[in-house]
């Protein structure tokens, strides 16, 4: 502090004086400029005069010219009032005052131990925190490392599988050949036995072949190379296909198959052949696990979703176990059921498959009393296809490097009717009939013709401006001439739009809005 301390007179026995400075000797604050002692020179006189410290016999030896800020008198001793009233500007501190300072230094003193222990045992904790976070930070770059390789190893256990399995696909395909050639008895006549063996033979290869088909889907599906071929597609024709397939199965065993369906026909948007695998292995596997009773395929469409159950009498899943059903290379059943064993991939294929439809499969069974699978599949509107569609179709372009083009006809009605175009009840089959016109104008089987109300859109892939306007004469020309047939009533006007990428539009937002005059989708 400098010349800022405090500069203090103590009048007292030298004993209380030194017992005073020992409480305040790491004070910053406080100075002792001397002490006023009575009495012999004893060993506390003397240890004070040699750590520095004036001793004056009485208040009249002190120094005039020595400033003081305050008096602290330790006993009972008379003062010279008057005598202090002449030091410049003291502060007198008596006895009582004096023992109360002590008290307040002493627990000063106790409160800066505490704070020292206080600050020993943060700094304790900060280096323990610090040597945490080191550590966390090690585990982190650990944990990333090791991240790292399992993706790799996954990668190249993939790649493994993917390269095994195509491997084994050609020769395997080429014996099932040869098998089959000798089954119809194409090089010659082969007995029963002879036919027993081979039947049995062709059966293992085409459990081996679907192991294998199972084992390059799920690489696939792992490796994000599977892209679905979404189309608008009649759900309830393919559980239909699905139950036909199985039912000649299902008859040797003595096992019952229902279909039920609420509506003839249920129109998705969905990969046909991926929703068939789901199907066909929920099936598959209610049919391996299924003795005797029955099996059930529902389709059924709610509001916002279609609503898939494939249910069975059979043997049914244990509680430990349908926790872990959907998980990769599980044979849940492989205990206690009887028939062929599979790879466990069926059912975590049919899961991402469903998934990557943004739809969910849940499975509920309790064992011997049956199991219960149900997947549901959202609806779609026919502006989210036409958008699907141009997104693909950008995506390839940009790939390829070649152009894009969609292009939009409405119909409408002329005259007075002019306004509620051709959407109505009334006029779905002309509606039908020109959708299949524009089909008909297409150039390959890559092209697209959708109707959403009552426009359409004409999706031409590697399509660049000056073809698309080709087609747009063609399209023109042929509804002029009346290709829509009979359906389709006089009075009905055609307009065409057209959108090309890269030319018009660098995304499908872009497109749309040129399409939509200005719209936002």
């Known amino acids: 502090m400098g010349d800022n301390k405090i500069r203090v007179l103590i009048v007292g026995e030298a004993a209380g004086a030194e017992k005073f400075l020992g409480e305040f000797k790491d004070c910053p604050f406080t100075k002792v400029i001397g002490v006023i002692t009575k009495g012999p020179e004893d060993g506390s006189a003397k240890r004070l005069r040699g750590s520095g410290v004036s001793l004056f016999s009485k208040l009249e030896s002190v120094p005039e010219t020595a400033r003081t800020d305050s008096v602290l008198v330790l006993d009972d001793e008379d003062i010279d009032l008057k005598r202090l009233s002449q030091i410049p500007k003291p502060a007198i501190i008596g006895k009582t005052g004096a023992g109360l300072l002590l008290q307040m230094k002493r627990e000063c003193n106790k409160a800066q131990e505490r704070l020292k222990e206080a600050k020993d045992e943060l700094e304790i904790q900060a280096w323990g925190l610090k040597k945490t976070n080191e550590g966390v930070k090690l585990l982190y770059k650990e944990l990333e490392e090791k991240n790292r390789r399992l993706k790799e190893l996954d990668r190249l256990k993939s790649d493994f599988l993917s390269a095994v399995s195509h491997e084994l696909r050609t020769p395997l395909s080429v014996t099932k050949e040869g098998i089959s050639l000798i089954l119809d008895e194409i090089p010659g006549k082969i007995n029963d036995k002879q036919k027993s063996i081979l039947l049995t033979a062709k059966n293992n290869i085409d459990r081996l072949a679907r192991m294998i088909n199972n084992l390059l889907d799920i690489s696939k599906i792992e490796s994000g190379k599977t892209q679905l ?293």
């Not at 069974?365 to 997104?391: E, H, M």
């Not at 009334?426 to 020109?434: G, I």
Request: hydrophobic letters at 35%.
């Open 229 to 521: 071929k979404k189309e608008v597609v009649d759900i309830v024709g393919i559980a239909r296909q699905v139950v036909s397939f199985f039912e000649p199965k299902a008859s040797k065993k003595g096992v019952e198959i229902n279909a039920f369906f609420d509506k003839k026909r249920i129109e998705l948007y969905i990969d046909a052949d991926k929703i068939t695998q789901v199907f066909t292995n929920l099936m598959g596997n209610a049919l391996k696990f299924t003795e005797k009773g029955k099996i059930d395929l529902i389709v059924s469409e709610g509001l916002k979703e279609v609503e898939c159950v494939v249910s069975d009498t059979g043997i049914g899943i244990s509680e430990e176990d349908i926790a872990k059903i959907f998980d990769k290379f599980q044979q849940v059943g492989k205990n206690y059921s009887p028939g062929e064993k599979g790879t466990g991939l069926g059912l975590s294929i049919a899961k991402e498959i469903v998934e990557m439809h943004k739809g969910s499969i849940e499975a509920e069974s309790r064992q011997n009393n049956g199991t219960r699978f149900r997947f549901v599949l959202p609806k779609f509107s026919w502006n989210d296809v036409i958008k699907d569609y141009i997104n693909l179709g950008i995506m390839n372009s940009s790939h390829n490097d070649k152009a894009f083009s969609v292009i939009k006809v409405s119909a409408q009605r002329s005259g007075d009717a002019g306004k509620r175009g051709i959407d109505k009840k009334e006029d779905a089959a002309c509606a039908a009939e020109m959708l299949k016109a524009l089909s008909a104008k297409l150039r390959s089987s890559k092209d697209k013709a959708v109707r959403d109300g009552n426009e359409f859109f004409v999706i031409l892939n590697d399509c660049a401006r000056q073809d698309a306007l080709k087609v747009i004469d063609r399209i023109k020309q042929g509804l002029e001439a009346g290709d829509c047939g009979v359906y389709c009533p006089k009075g009905i006007e055609y307009r065409t739009e057209l959108a090309t990428y890269p030319h018009d539009a660098k995304t499908s937002g872009e497109l749309m809005k040129i399409l939509t005059g200005g719209k936002e989708q």
